[in-house]
């Protein structure tokens, strides 16, 4: 199976179109209505063959499917489909955000429900890891942090652990409200895969063998200095390195990682970085022109929910 193949089959197959499927099921519109909105849309990697018969490019290279939509809708995604979900979400923090020079987001901002866990262990797959990027606790926000666990373990989630994310080496502790660290939440499915080498077994049998839990320890802190103000094209954008080290700890090259909600896609560039396909849902339009501008090419197409 090729890696396009294998995120396709990430999606429900009526989420999957081709030209002539997306004419069958829309036979009430104009072709051409249909046709323009697949180019908008989806056409990146698609391939004329001939007259009315299109192809999505068969890759073997990871790619990305873009989804301009609400990610806390993961209905279109088949179930233990997903190999990693790796998501910093738009939490809600009005009383945090105030004051000082912090501003407040430019986006829409909520807070977690337990549906919404259920929807990620619906569609991860048995043993893989959530990493969900989550502000440092203070007195604002504890009761919410602890919410997320609770909600986490209640969908089928077990708490892996909690790696802070130090941004550089200027780390202010203001007190009650701000710090200059973020936490890196990571669970698994129920029991975590095996996905460290088992040194002891492999040297004495000579097969590979692999222990419970992630590709190798993990370290005390990610120490990993923020974007820049003037690199910086996203108000929350995450380091790529920062997502590289979390993705080479919990996935393998070749799998599918989701960020469902994506801003300008430096979970769909590490991805790909490293050898992984990834899916990403971004509700605002302005961010999907951020993503394309990011990964260009590798966009095997883009989908708008309606
Ligand atoms: C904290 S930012 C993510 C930043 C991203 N990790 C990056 O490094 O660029 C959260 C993003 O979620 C988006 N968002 C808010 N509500 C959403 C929803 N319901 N579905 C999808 N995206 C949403 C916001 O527009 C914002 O871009």
Redesign the pocket.
């Given at each position: 199976m090729t890696l396009a193949e294998k995120l396709f089959n990430c999606f429900k197959s009526k989420n999957k179109f081709t030209l002539r499927e997306a004419y069958a099921e829309n036979g009430d519109k104009p072709k051409e209505t249909i046709r323009a909105r697949i180019y908008d849309n989806l056409g990146i990697r698609f391939e004329r063959i001939a007259k009315g018969i299109y192809k999505t490019v068969s890759s073997d290279e990871e790619a990305c499917i873009v989804i301009e939509?609400?990610?806390?809708d993961l209905s279109m995604i088949e179930d233990a489909s997903i190999d990693c979900i790796l998501t910093?979400?738009?939490w809600l923090d009005m009383k945090s955000n105030k004051g000082g020079s912090r501003a407040f987001a430019v986006?829409?901002?909520?807070k977690y429900s337990l549906d919404d866990f259920k929807e990620k262990a619906r569609v991860l797959k048995q043993g893989c890891f959530l990493v969900e990027?989550l502000p440092a606790e203070n007195e604002n926000n504890y009761e919410y942090l602890y919410q997320i666990k609770k909600y986490a373990k209640e969908a089928g989630f077990l708490y892996y652990s909690k790696v802070p994310w130090k941004k550089g080496s200027f780390v202010s502790n203001t007190g009650r409200k701000a710090k200059n660290t973020q936490d890196i939440m990571i669970f698994s499915k129920g029991k975590a895969r095996n996905m460290r080498v088992d040194k002891k077994k492999t040297d004495a049998s000579g097969i590979l063998s692999y222990m419970s839990g992630c590709n190798g320890m993990l370290p005390t802190m990610f120490d990993v200095g923020p974007v820049s103000r003037k690199n910086r094209i996203?108000q929350?954008?995450?380091p790529v390195s920062l997502c590289e080290q979390i993705l080479s700890f919990v996935t393998a090259k070749g799998e599918v990682v989701l960020?469902?909600?994506?801003?300008?896609?430096?979970?769909g560039e590490a991805s790909l970085n490293l050898g992984r396909s990834c899916i990403l849902?971004?509700?605002?339009k302005e961010?999907i022109d951020k993503i394309k501008q990011r990964l260009g090419n590798n966009i095997l197409y883009q989908v708008v929910m309606e």
């Open positions: 939509g609400d990610g806390r910093d979400h738009p986006y829409d901002c909520f990027v996203h929350s954008e995450l960020d469902s909600f994506a801003g300008s896609g430096v979970v849902i971004e509700i605002l961010n």
